[in-house]
């Protein structure tokens, strides 16, 4: 029959030393080092007077929390190496996928296709913001301190890291009179544009904040793409936004463009 450890007290304490508990008045006249001494030496004589099972179940027991800040320790060091490591990646790309939920073959496809076209390795970071909705200026509103979509997507923009928008018809009524877009036309150069020319949406603003109200280059239509297809928008019609900064320093921009209609980049 399997001793318990009160038995095993208890035995002890028969033979005139009690295993199990600490002397708290002899421990009040030690000093810390002492106190630690004690302890170790009250922990080994506890373990002698054990066998198998109860050793093993006695060691787990006192030793469990030390394993389980061990585990933590080994986890949080983890996932802080990484994040450190992630931020040191080159960025190559970043898109803003709206009014089309949670795309989960968007997000992998972009990726994967912007990295095969141009032979990236994997040391690189390409993110797609996807699950943000932007429709009509009066839905837009302050909730608590949560940030909107709209409010994240200049967030985005004014920290310099989007590349390209990607949404429907609302997506492109609401933009186009932000000044949150820029001019497709002076983003590029003439050659560029002269290939993708037939897929360029113009349209006017009425508020007449962007071009004086005149029309202008708002968008690129991408809906009879390989590309749109493969993303499995949610949507028919399909449009790229140039964000406003990136009139210039916008390499990225021009080679997702690139990719999407399938043009070599000059020389």
Same mark, same amino acid.
């Given at each position: 029959?399997?001793? #318990?450890? +009160? $038995?095993?007290?208890? @035995?002890?304490?028969? !033979?005139?030393?009690?295993?199990?508990? %600490?002397?708290?008045?002899?421990?009040?006249?030690?000093?810390?080092?002492?106190?630690?001494?004690?302890?170790?030496?009250?922990?080994?004589?506890?373990?002698?007077?054990?066998?198998?099972?109860?050793?093993?179940?006695?060691?787990?027991?006192?030793?469990?929390?030390?394993?389980?800040?061990?585990?933590?320790?080994?986890?949080?060091?983890?996932?802080?190496?990484?994040?450190?490591?992630?931020?040191?990646?080159?960025?190559?790309?970043?898109?803003?996928?709206?009014?089309?939920?949670?795309?989960?073959?968007?997000?992998?496809?972009?990726?994967?296709?912007?990295?095969?076209?141009?032979?990236?390795?994997?040391?690189?970071?390409?993110?797609?913001?996807?699950?943000? #909705?932007? +429709? $009509?200026?009066?839905? @837009?509103?302050?909730? !608590?301190?949560?940030?909107?979509?709209? %409010?994240?997507?200049?967030?985005?923009?004014?920290?310099?890291?989007?590349?390209?928008?990607?949404?429907?018809?609302?997506?492109?009524?609401?933009?186009?009179?932000?000044?949150?877009?820029?001019?497709?036309?002076?983003?590029?150069?003439?050659?560029?544009?002269?290939?993708?020319?037939?897929?360029?949406?113009?349209?006017?603003?009425?508020?007449?904040?962007?071009?004086?109200?005149?029309?202008?280059?708002?968008?690129?239509?991408?809906?009879?793409?390989?590309?749109?297809?493969?993303?499995?928008?949610?949507?028919?019609?399909?449009?790229?936004?140039?964000?406003?900064?990136?009139?210039?320093?916008?390499?990225?921009?021009?080679?997702?463009?690139?990719?999407?209609?399938?043009? +070599?980049?000059?020389?």
């Amino acid at each position: 029959m399997r001793q #318990t450890l +009160e $038995d095993e007290n208890k @035995v002890v304490k028969e !033979e005139g030393e009690d295993l199990y508990s %600490e002397n708290a008045l002899e421990m009040s006249s030690m000093s810390a080092k002492e106190r630690r001494a004690y302890k170790k030496e009250l922990r080994s004589k506890r373990l002698e007077a054990m066998e198998g099972k109860e050793k093993r179940r006695y060691i787990i027991q006192y030793y469990k929390w030390y394993y389980i800040g061990a585990v933590v320790a080994v986890f949080l060091c983890y996932v802080l190496g990484r994040t450190i490591y992630t931020a040191t990646l080159p960025t190559e790309l970043m898109v803003a996928v709206t009014n089309d939920g949670t795309n989960a073959v968007c997000e992998q496809y972009i990726p994967d296709a912007f990295r095969e076209y141009y032979q990236l390795g994997k040391k690189n970071t390409i993110q797609i913001f996807d699950n943000l #909705t932007i +429709e $009509d200026a009066d839905d @837009v509103t302050i909730q !608590e301190s949560t940030l909107t979509d709209y %409010e994240k997507i200049i967030v985005y923009i004014s920290s310099d890291r989007l590349d390209a928008i990607i949404g429907n018809e609302d997506t492109l009524n609401y933009y186009k009179s932000t000044g949150d877009i820029a001019m497709v036309d002076q983003c590029m150069d003439k050659d560029l544009y002269q290939e993708i020319k037939d897929h360029i949406v113009k349209v006017t603003d009425d508020t007449q904040y962007m071009n004086d109200g005149k029309q202008y280059a708002a968008a690129i239509d991408i809906s009879d793409t390989e590309f749109a297809k493969k993303c499995q928008f949610s949507y028919d019609t399909v449009y790229l936004m140039i964000p406003n900064n990136r009139y210039v320093n916008n390499e990225a921009t021009m080679r997702l463009i690139r990719m999407i209609f399938g043009i +070599e980049n000059a020389g």
